[in-house]
């Protein structure tokens, strides 16, 4: 799996790094941040790896094999150029605090960083279009964040999500200029894609 990031300044890792000691009662606390714009699976791009050979594998009525990792990532670059044209540098903000209770996906509870950014949400949408939404965190489930935490004893966890939420602090504004396509596997950014 791939995913479309918005790349964060320095000042969200710095405040996830204050909030990081008050993350207790959590089973994970995130060392690494991001800000997801859209996953998107190897199998979502095997319609678009032209050049993929079945090496013999199924017929014509078989399911197109699984592209290699490569060729799928190659492809999922070129598909993004003209889905991402025409998108100019836009705004974004953390914002404050927040939790889900009940996540769709992966143990609960998770904190988060609120962000808001309408053109981010426009923009998840224009890509959900073209690949699909992965149900319940994609599409009209989407809700632009940064995971800081996430399960644990929801007693604990939940009194930590208190006194967090109720934390003030200014908002973190900042315009994006690009958006980097992330491999988790590896942990590193392998495009860049200008606006």
């Given at each position: 799996m791939f995913s479309l990031n918005v790349p964060l300044p320095p000042a969200v890792t710095d405040l996830a790094g204050d909030l990081h000691p008050k993350l207790e009662g959590f089973d994970r606390v995130r060392e690494r941040h991001t800000l997801v714009c859209k996953r998107f699976g190897v199998?979502?791009?095997?319609?678009?790896?032209?050049d993929h050979v079945a090496d013999g594998v199924g017929g014509p009525s078989a399911d197109p094999p699984r592209p290699p990792?490569?060729?799928?990532?190659?492809?999922?670059?070129?598909?993004?150029?003209?889905l991402l044209a025409g998108t100019d540098p836009f705004e974004v903000a953390v914002?404050?605090?927040?939790?889900?209770?009940?996540?769709?996906?992966g143990s609960?509870?998770?904190?988060?960083?609120?962000?808001?950014?309408?053109?981010?949400?426009r923009l998840h949408r224009r890509l959900c279009a073209a690949y699909g939404a992965i149900e319940g965190i994609e599409g009209d489930g989407y809700v632009p964040?940064?995971?800081?935490?996430?399960?644990?004893?929801?007693?604990?966890?939940?009194?930590?999500?208190?006194?967090?939420?109720?934390?003030?602090?200014?908002?973190?504004r900042w315009r994006v200029h690009a958006l980097d396509l992330y491999d988790p596997e590896f942990r590193e950014v392998v495009e860049t894609v200008e606006l």
């Open positions: 199998d979502d791009v095997s319609d678009r790896v032209a990792k490569p060729d799928a990532l190659a492809a999922l670059r070129e598909a993004l150029r003209p914002t404050g605090l927040d939790a889900f209770e009940s996540p769709a996906s609960g509870p998770v904190v988060y960083l609120a962000v808001e950014s309408d053109v981010l949400v964040h940064v995971t800081l935490a996430r399960g644990g004893d929801p007693d604990a966890s939940g009194e930590a999500i208190d006194r967090l939420v109720e934390r003030e602090f200014e908002p973190i």
